[in-house]
Every structure is written in structure tokens, then in C-alpha cells.
């Protein structure tokens, strides 16, 4: 059984544009909410996170949107960029397991 | 070295071969995880050790055998293994033992092939 499910499987923005990627969980035991970001050939690494206690967090061009009674959170990506082209996963945790989703792989185009 | 590091970087082995994946970390971390990453399918956790013991095993096939000697260091032994199992295995580490992980460092991976 999938913990989340993450939206959508390929996105593709024009350099400047918002990119935006949504991930729906079930279990409300996840109380930390995370997105990874992972380049090719490399390992995942934590982009931002949010926890439920506030719904919106921004870090630069990146937001997290949480939206507890829908039981889902989005990542935002301001003013694109080609280096922001990467595959995002959210991940939340519960004890040492992280529930990754199926992963958006995001391609901005200059 | 700086953060996690995964040798070797690429490996292609026969279903008959025997051979072992090498993770380090150097954050001063006291879990370490594997995981196996497939096309088009979520990151499998494969098995986590929380100061060398292992506390997770999600019902891995036998073929894959972990090894904790310390909190730096984690291998993944490798004996007859099959195509399917073709992946990119991640090693991660995160700083507590208190049964909660929230933010996990990852190494780059190891690409194998099985023939």
C-alpha cells in the first residue's frame, strides 16, 4: 500500500515559471512533512521541509504548502531555473522509515 | 571525504559472483540505512542499523546480506543475485537512535547491473 502519492510523474517549465508538484497522504501519523531533491548520479538531499503546526514555509524560490484537513503539501519553485531540473520526492517519516512518493522528475527549459 | 560515500560507483557482477557495496559516512551519524531505487518505482528501504544493530529488515531476500562492523560503516553483500535486482543502491545515514529519522543524508549510490 502507497503511504503517499505524489503529482505528477513529469513536469516540464519554462525557464522563470513556476513549477509546482503535489504529494497526498493517508497515514496521519506523518508529522514532518519533507522534500528531497536528487540529480543524476547523485544521492537524494532535503530541500525543505514543513511541519503541521504552520502552512506555509518559503526558503528562497522554494515554498511548501501544507494543507492538514486535505492531507496533502506541495512544493513550489519560484522563478525556475535549468539547474533547478532534478527529480523532487516527498518523503515524510514514521520511526526510521521515510515513505518516499514515485518521484516528479521537473525539466526547465531556458 | 565529506558526507556519505558509496564505493564502488558502478558494478556489474554474473548471477554466480560474490561481491560487497561499501558505504562511509562521516557526519558522526549513529544510523545508517540501505535502500534500493528501480526505475519508476518508489525508494525501497532495505535494512537500517541503529548503532551497528540492525533494527529494520524489510523482508529482503536472503541473496542480500548487511554488515555494521561500526557507526561509520556499512556493506551490502551481494551473492547470486538476480537481473531484476539491477538498481541503484543508496546508503544514508541520520544523526539519532531514537527510532525517528527525519532528515536522512545520502550517499551517491552504486549502479548495478546483473547479467
Known amino acids: 500500500q502507497q503511504q503517499v502519492k505524489q503529482s505528477p510523474q513529469s513536469l516540464i517549465v519554462q525557464k522563470g515559471g513556476i513549477s509546482i508538484i503535489n504529494c497526498a497522504y493517508e497515514?496521519?501519523?506523518?508529522?514532518?512533512f519533507p522534500w528531497y531533491q536528487q540529480f543524476p548520479g547523485k544521492g537524494p538531499a532535503l530541500l525543505i521541509a514543513?511541519?503541521?503546526?504552520?502552512s506555509e514555509k518559503k526558503e528562497g524560490r522554494f515554498t511548501i504548502s501544507f494543507n492538514k484537513s486535505a492531507k496533502q503539501f506541495s512544493l513550489h519553485i519560484m522563478d525556475s531555473q535549468p539547474g533547478d531540473s532534478a527529480t523532487y520526492f516527498c518523503?515524510?517519516?514514521?520511526?526510521?522509515?521515510?515513505?518516499f512518493g514515485t518521484g516528479t522528475r521537473l525539466t526547465v527549459i531556458p | 571525504e565529506t558526507g556519505v560515500t558509496q564505493t564502488p560507483r558502478h558494478l556489474v557482477m554474473g548471477m554466480t559472483n560474490k561481491k560487497s557495496l561499501k558505504c562511509e559516512q562521516h557526519?558522526?551519524?549513529?544510523?545508517m540505512y540501505w535502500y534500493k531505487q528501480s526505475a519508476k518505482k518508489p525508494l525501497e528501504l532495505m535494512f537500517v542499523?541503529?548503532?551497528?544493530?540492525?533494527?529494520e529488515n524489510n523482508s529482503v531476500p536472503s541473496r542480500f546480506s548487511p554488515e555494521c562492523p561500526n557507526s561509520s560503516h556499512l556493506f551490502l553483500h551481494l551473492h547470486t543475485l538476480q537481473p531484476e535486482d539491477s538498481a541503484l543502491y543508496l546508503c544514508?545515514?541520520?544523526?539519532?537512535?531514537?527510532?525517528?529519522?527525519?532528515?536522512?543524508?545520502f550517499g551517491p549510490g552504486t549502479r548495478l547491473l546483473v547479467l
Open positions: 544514508a545515514s541520520s544523526p539519532g537512535t531514537s527510532g525517528r529519522a527525519e532528515t536522512q543524508y
Open positions: 497515514n496521519t501519523a506523518f508529522d514532518y
Open positions: 514543513i511541519r503541521p503546526d504552520v
Open positions: 518523503a515524510p517519516p514514521v520511526g526510521n522509515n521515510l515513505f
Open positions: 557526519l558522526g551519524h549513529n544510523a
Open positions: 542499523y541503529s548503532l551497528e544493530e540492525r533494527v
